[in-house]
């Protein structure tokens, strides 16, 4: 008899350690219109087997709204309800952020979301900071129980940890082909006691028996949208060929445990010691994996087995890049291959304003650039420079006692100029780092190194006395537009 494994997230919260996901909502809506009251009784099956928390998003078609036909039925303590709040780039008021979460409680029909997660597209623009504040806000109101985010790279989730806002997981791809959460994420999230709950275990149902020594699907919409997805996953860690290999390995062990492989994929990712929860989808009423799913919790994977699987997996390309790049970055491993059925564009960070000689200023809004009359950014013909910048957002000071994470958002409000002057950071040529204890130069410099590996402008590092006492780094940038 299957017992299913459950976990705390955060005093308040405890939740089932295999969720069932209904992003597969929005994909069942393309070609048909769903019976809302039918659909939610669907998911009885799963919380009769135990599997009583339930992952959403705002744009996951009727998700809310199916969920919320379930909730009212069920008592509050019986079931937990995840969602996410996924804004439009650009800037969000206060009032936004509010009527984003009294929609997602309407929809859901409760008083109090169980978790909310946060996905921010553009870091560049501090206003994601913005919204996590005012989630916070809402939370002590009572509106939110349990904050979390949703795709956040390592750098982000530090910046996060060490400006005040408590979060409890960051939901990302963590599969046998994408091992990207496995490093420094893992790391981070151990030291902090932040649950990873991992999506795409199974690749879009690629690591199952169904795709053993079977010929190459192209991209095509005779694909599911996960299905294209998942193609560009194996396609960017090494192909059809090396898919195979890792799929005849995972069919050895599951047979040895006497399962398929997609519990054997499954359980690893499980076993992995920052995951909290995996993300299981489901076609509510179409295709229901529920049998399969209970056999997770009566087996372990044995020393041997997680060797062997190892061994395959680190044949495979490394996916480039850290945990939710594929969303903000190319390449974008998206079933479109762009960010086309996600957003229509990305609205620069901050506004320019042409001078008369010529110039283009960029101002970000801190308190010191009108105090001390000086510009965050200036574009003179293909010449920008950046003044010295701290880990400053209006008046608040970002990162804690972290240098590190100062680091990260010093260097993303850099970008975010970039951005505003039509560049990027892959134009800048110099930086110069200013460090107030000479300890802190190597993570400074590793997280110099982390954003700017693949560019290497020149750069030079000296401890200074920096004015402010709360700032541990200052770093300047020059760029060049050919």
């Not at 990207?180 to 879009?204: P, Q, Y």
């Not at 149902?205 to 053993?212: A, D, I, Q, Y």
């Not at 372990?300 to 490394?318: A, G, H, Q």
């Not at 594929?326 to 086309?340: I, V």
Request: proline share 3%.
């Amino acid at each position: 008899m299957s017992k299913i494994e459950h976990v705390d997230l955060g005093s308040s919260l405890k939740i089932s350690r295999v969720l069932t996901g209904l992003w597969q909502i929005a994909d069942m809506e393309r070609g048909e219109e769903l019976d809302i009251e039918q659909t939610a009784k669907a998911m009885n099956a799963y919380t009769e087997a135990g599997f009583t928390t339930f992952d959403m998003a705002d744009h996951y078609g009727s998700a809310e709204l199916i969920a919320g036909e379930f909730q009212k039925n069920k008592r509050n303590d019986t079931v937990q309800l995840l969602t996410k709040w996924v804004p439009k780039p650009g800037q969000s008021t206060k009032q936004d952020v509010r009527a984003a979460v009294e929609r997602s409680l309407q929809r859901l029909q409760t008083k109090k979301i169980d978790l909310l997660q946060f996905h921010a597209w553009n870091y560049a623009d501090p206003n994601w900071l913005d919204c996590l504040f005012w989630l916070q806000e809402l939370q002590e109101e009572g509106l939110i129980m349990q904050l979390g985010l949703t795709n956040f790279d390592t750098a982000h989730l530090r910046i996060v940890l060490h400006s005040g806002i408590k979060v409890v997981s960051n939901q990302v791809c963590f599969s046998l082909i994408d091992q990207r959460a496995a490093k420094a994420m893992s790391d981070l999230c151990l030291v902090h006691n932040i649950k990873l709950l991992a999506f795409g275990t199974v690749a879009g149902g690629f690591l199952t028996e169904r795709w053993l020594n079977q010929a190459e699907p192209p991209i095509s919409d005779q694909l599911t949208w996960s299905q294209m997805k998942y193609k560009r996953f194996i396609d960017a860690a090494g192909g059809w060929s090396k898919f195979q290999s890792v799929l005849k390995v995972v069919e050895r062990v599951a047979k040895r445990h006497n399962v398929s492989i997609a519990n054997i994929a499954t359980k690893y990712i499980l076993d992995q010691p920052a995951v909290g929860g995996v993300i299981i989808g489901a076609r509510l009423g179409k295709s229901e994996h529920i049998e399969e799913t209970k056999k997770l919790f009566n087996f372990s994977l044995d020393e041997k087995s997680k060797e062997e699987i190892s061994t395959v997996i680190n044949l495979l390309n490394e996916i480039h890049g850290d945990c939710g790049d594929e969303y903000r970055k190319p390449p974008f491993l998206t079933a479109s291959g762009d960010l086309s059925h996600h957003v229509e564009s990305i609205p620069p960070p901050y506004t320019s304003q042409m001078g008369k000689d010529g110039r283009i200023k960029i101002l970000s809004g801190t308190l010191w650039e009108d105090l001390a009359g000086f510009s965050r950014a200036v574009k003179k013909g293909n010449r920008i420079l950046i003044s010295g910048t701290t880990a400053t957002h209006g008046s608040k000071s970002m990162g804690g006692n972290d240098p590190a994470a100062q680091a990260h958002f010093a260097i993303d409000k850099i970008e975010g100029a970039l951005q505003s002057l039509g560049s990027k950071l892959e134009h800048v040529v110099r930086t110069r780092i200013f460090v107030r204890n000479i300890a802190d130069w190597e993570p400074v410099a590793r997280a110099h190194g982390e954003r700017f590996k693949d560019i290497q402008p020149v750069n030079t590092l000296v401890k200074a006395e920096l004015v402010g006492d709360e700032y541990l780094v200052e770093i300047e940038a020059e760029a060049i537009v050919e």
